[in-house]
């Protein structure tokens, strides 16, 4: 039976698949980050339509089955190796840290400017398909227009720790992803955190952006500055709980563990 790797041995892990995110060409990073996009979507329209489909037994058991549809799009993320926003932070900083470079700072940035740029590039345009009348089954425009309705009432306090927990949850899988060994594991620790930032639910920029829109889309009445708002609070609480919480601490970890 193969020992559990040691903490040193997942930082080795992180700085190498950090350093083939940093070394992406800029089409390739522009593409993965535009397919991440629509794949997200997949997951927003699949917790409309399983929520509307479950709502008459009860709403508790709608949103359960919402989240449990909505954790199938994290999965093809992770199986896609595709580039998602907050995602790509625990590893290519550890490739960051472990470089040494103050340069690599400037590589961080464009990682993180052009994922969560194309992210939303991705999947606002691919959004635009599913506003086609009768392109979604009866009732799942009313439950994406409500839960747009919902991420943009809440106080900013409760967006901002929303976000930081969100932000924490999506970094986690990144560092959890480099843990184990099989692609078993890999897709269903996916599948578990996709499950559980839908249940919260847990605000990430890119799935609230597109949340956002879907729902206006389908008539949710949002106000351009209120979302401007929500979306700079949920980016502020993600890179809070994303880089503060879960990735310069597992860095930390793997430094203390390596001196030791």
């Known amino acids: 039976m193969a020992s559990e790797p040691t903490p040193a041995e997942i930082f080795d892990r992180a700085v ?3 350093r083939r995110r940093l070394d992406q060409s800029l089409l390739e990073l522009v593409s ?3 397919i991440a996009g629509f794949t997200v979507v997949f997951g927003l ?7 509307s489909a479950l709502e008459p037994v009860g709403h508790g058991v709608a949103r359960l089955g ?3 549809a909505f954790g199938v799009g994290v999965v093809f993320l992770v199986a896609g190796r595709t580039e998602l926003f907050n995602e790509n932070f625990s590893d290519p900083v550890a490739a960051a840290v472990d470089s040494g470079d103050p340069d690599v700072a400037w590589s961080l940035l464009r990682l993180w400017v052009v994922t969560l740029l194309f992210n939303l590039v991705g999947g606002g345009l691919f959004s635009l398909v599913f506003a086609v009348g009768g392109a979604l089954p009866s009732g799942a425009n009313e439950i994406l227009a409500a839960v747009a309705t919902e991420s943009t009432s809440r106080s900013l306090p409760a967006s901002l720790a929303r976000a930081i927990a969100g932000g924490a949850l999506v970094s986690l899988l990144s560092f959890l992803l480099v843990s184990v060994e099989s692609d078993g594991s890999r897709l269903t620790l996916a599948y578990l955190v996709g499950v559980f930032l839908a249940l919260g639910p847990f605000e990430h920029v890119v ?3 597109l949340h956002v829109l879907l729902g206006g889309l389908f008539g949710a009445g949002v106000g351009l500055i209120r979302f401007a708002v929500v979306m700079g609070t949920v980016t502020a609480g993600n890179l809070a709980g994303g880089l503060g919480l879960v990735t310069f601490a597992h860095v ?3 430094a203390g563990a390596s001196e030791g």
């Open 66 to 68: 919402g989240a449990l």
């Open 207 to 209: 799935v609230t952006a």
């Open 32 to 34: 993965t980050s535009f």
């Open 16 to 18: 190498a698949e950090g």
């Open 252 to 254: 930390a970890q793997a």
């Open 45 to 51: 329209v699949g917790l409309g339509i399983v929520e």
